[in-house]
């Protein structure tokens, strides 16, 4: 099992810019894929952004492609969401994910190979 812990989020403008990280502890990091997904109150969580264990492949929701970016430090156990040109639609709770298996390509949406998450932090992003 691995406990992963968020940070970064806040109250920003919109337009404006915010970088989210996730400390992992507990396995071997750089073994995973890990994600980001979002939620906000009575819907579902969504898909938002992965990458693969070593960072070579990325893969984006169609609503953040261009805005936002996900990135990877194995050395410091840590993923990270650069996001940029906020927009207040982008207010949620953002999660981070880890994959329930190691060397797992999770290109699609879908949370199910997702198998810790984090306790989320608040995105809000005023107009």
């Known amino acids: 099992q691995v406990q992963l812990v968020e940070s970064g989020g806040g109250l920003v403008q919109a337009g404006g810019s915010l970088r989210l990280s996730c400390a992992a502890s507990?396995?071997?990091?750089?073994?995973?894929?890990m994600g980001w997904f979002r939620q906000v109150p009575g819907k579902e969580r969504d898909f938002v952004a992965s990458?693969?264990?070593?960072?070579?492949?990325?893969y984006y929701a169609d609503s953040v492609k261009g805005r936002f970016t996900i990135s990877r430090d194995n050395a410091k156990n840590t993923v990270y969401l650069q996001m940029n040109s906020l927009k207040p639609e982008d207010t949620a709770v953002y999660y981070c994910?880890?994959?329930?298996?190691?060397?797992?390509?999770?290109?699609?949406?879908?949370?199910?190979?997702?198998?810790?998450w984090g306790q989320g932090t608040q995105v809000t992003v005023s107009s």
């Open positions: 990458i693969t264990w070593s960072g070579s492949n990325t």
């Open positions: 994910a880890a994959a329930k298996r190691p060397y797992q390509i999770i290109a699609t949406g879908n949370a199910g190979p997702f198998g810790s």
């Open positions: 507990g396995r071997t990091f750089s073994s995973y894929t």
